[in-house]
């Protein structure tokens, strides 16, 4: 590296590459700096770089999140149609087969281009679940599927409803399956709203969701008692519920 130190008004040539620099004005801590240059000599301003590298990067990840949910939404279908033939529905699996692969074509394409809560009693009944997904295809197939398997499943399309609904609810759900990014209060949000409720802070909440996890975000104490990408194995997710106890302490759910 050459240093140099330079008034204003002063140059600095590099008579070999035609390159020149001329300080302009100095002030404070400010410079400008006049640069010439043949055209075939490329200058970038690093800051400018930066920041175009971080909204490209911002692009990506909007891109990656989108194409996890359509994802999830296919594994979803699939599980729905092989609940529906294993219980020995009649259905168009054709078609049904088509419409998926019809998507996954799709898919492949863009690529390339107060109180402590009420709880039931524990024996054998289903197992309660609040599913919140602002997606309606998305929140429609997921509680179909867990429905399918023998639970008791309500939804909410977002933070805010959620919240509602527990709020008015004497029976809480035994686990809250929550997506992350969603519009008017997301789960990030809900989930802090919640832990910071003495009535609700004791709800097992996982993750459903196709953003990467940041533990410095969560709540303090107790964040996420469990984490799911997606796309979701939906096996995976109902081992994990149906092997916790409702009334265990997170320790062992985080995923």
């Not at 996420?224 to 759910?253: C, M, Y």
């Amino acid at each position: 590296m050459l240093v140099l130190s330079r008034r204003a008004q002063q140059r600095i040539v590099f008579p070999h590459l035609g390159i020149s620099l001329s300080v302009l004005q100095v002030k404070g801590r400010i410079v400008k700096i006049g640069i010439e240059a043949p055209d075939s000599v490329k200058i970038l301003r690093q800051e400018i770089d930066e920041s175009r590298s971080d909204a490209e990067s911002s692009v990506q990840r909007d891109a990656i999140h989108r194409r996890r949910n359509e994802l999830n939404v296919l594994q979803l279908r699939l599980d729905a149609i092989q609940a529906r033939i294993d219980r020995g529905e009649v259905i168009d699996a054709e078609g049904l087969m088509q419409s998926v692969l019809g998507k996954v074509s799709a898919i492949d394409h863009e690529i390339a281009n107060a109180d402590q809560p009420v709880r039931s009693p524990s024996s054998n009944r289903p197992k309660r679940l609040l599913v919140v997904e602002d997606c309606d295809n998305e929140r429609g197939l997921m509680a179909y599927v867990l429905a399918s398997h023998g639970f008791d499943v309500h939804v909410a399309r977002d933070g805010a409803e959620a919240l509602s609904q527990l709020q008015m609810w004497n029976t809480m759900p035994d686990f809250v399956l929550m997506d992350v990014q969603m519009p008017l209060s997301n789960g990030l949000e809900t989930l802090h709203r919640i832990r910071h409720d003495t009535r609700l802070a004791d709800l097992q909440i996982f993750a459903v969701t196709g953003s990467s996890r940041d533990r410095d975000n969560e709540p303090v104490g107790r964040g996420w008692d469990g984490w799911f990408q997606k796309p979701l194995n939906v096996a995976s997710l109902i081992a994990k519920i149906r092997e916790s106890d409702s009334s265990a302490t997170p320790s062992h759910l985080v995923g």
